[in-house]
Structure formats: C-alpha cells, structure tokens
C-alpha cells in the first residue's frame, strides 16, 4: 500500500514550532527584559530613578566626565533619546551638562554631590536582583557574558530570509 504524500502547504510538526512564540529567541530575551525591569522598578523607585536613569548612572559612576556621545555609545542610545533624559537628571539635581570649552559642539557630563553619593545606596541592587532570580552572582555573571556575546554576534548583521 503507497503511502499518500502529505499536502504540499503542510509545514512539518518541526516546521511549525520554529514559528512557535516560545520557540523564539527574540521572544525570550523580550518577556525577560520586561520582567527584569519590573523587578527593579520599586528598587529604583526607593533611589529615585526610572531603569534608564539607573543605566546613565551607572556608566557615570564607571567614569564621570564624559560626552554625551560617548554616554549614548556605551549605553546603545540615540543623542535624541539620551538628552532628555540627561535634561530631567540634570533638573533633579543628579548631573550637570555644560559645553565643552575646547569645542562647544560637544557637552560634557558630570556628577553631582547628590550624584556621586547615590552610588552607595544603589550597591544593594546587584545582590537584591540575583536574590529575585534565585541565582549566585557567578551565575547571573555567566548569564550576562552569554548575552554580551550573542549582541556582539548580531551587531551589524541583517537576517537573511531564504
């Protein structure tokens, strides 16, 4: 007995669970990154920030002084969505942007008083968050080396459809 050919627009079972949602990649780094963000949220709200804000903070507190351009390159942001941010920051007493001297093209970034000491209450997050993961912070360092290297493979890469 010949077995009947399966219909030519019947993907196969593997077929269609590459198209499942949790099948995705993109889906689980995008489910997870919301909440993460929701677990920092009232941590944050206890310092005073929103995520973006702790972000821009924490790359000042690496090292102050910097340009705007180079906050936005580290941080993967655009000047347009950078320089609000700062502008609100700098409104709540956390930082000061002025003009460079040199060339007033570009805008320097620095630290408050109020800036630098809120580095010592935010040393808490780390440890509160690996707490909320359930993981050592060896782990939550192996997670976030995983990930570097998976954004340093798809940067620059256009995906191909075949």
Not at 26 to 36: D, E, G, K, W
Not at 78 to 85: Q, R, V
Not at 130 to 139: D, N, T, V, W
């Amino acid at each position: 007995m010949a077995k009947t050919p399966a219909p030519p627009d019947a993907a196969s079972d593997t077929e269609r669970d590459l198209l499942r949602l949790d099948s995705q990649l993109c889906f689980a780094l995008y489910s997870t990154s919301l909440a993460m963000t929701k677990v920092y949220k009232p941590l944050l709200d206890e310092l005073g920030l929103t995520y973006p804000q702790y972000l821009v903070m924490m790359a000042m507190w690496e090292r102050e002084g910097r340009t705007v351009g180079e906050l936005g390159e580290q941080l993967f942001l655009d000047s347009g969505t950078l320089t609000p941010l700062l502008k609100r920051m700098e409104a709540s007493g956390l930082l000061v942007r002025e003009r460079a001297k040199e060339d007033e093209r570009r805008v320097l970034v620095t630290l408050t008083p109020a800036g630098r000491a809120l580095r010592e209450r935010a040393q808490a997050l780390p440890v509160a968050i690996a707490g909320s993961a359930g993981m050592s912070l060896e782990e939550i360092g192996d997670l976030r080396r995983r990930m570097q290297e998976l954004r340093e493979r798809l940067a620059g890469l256009r995906p191909a459809l075949r």
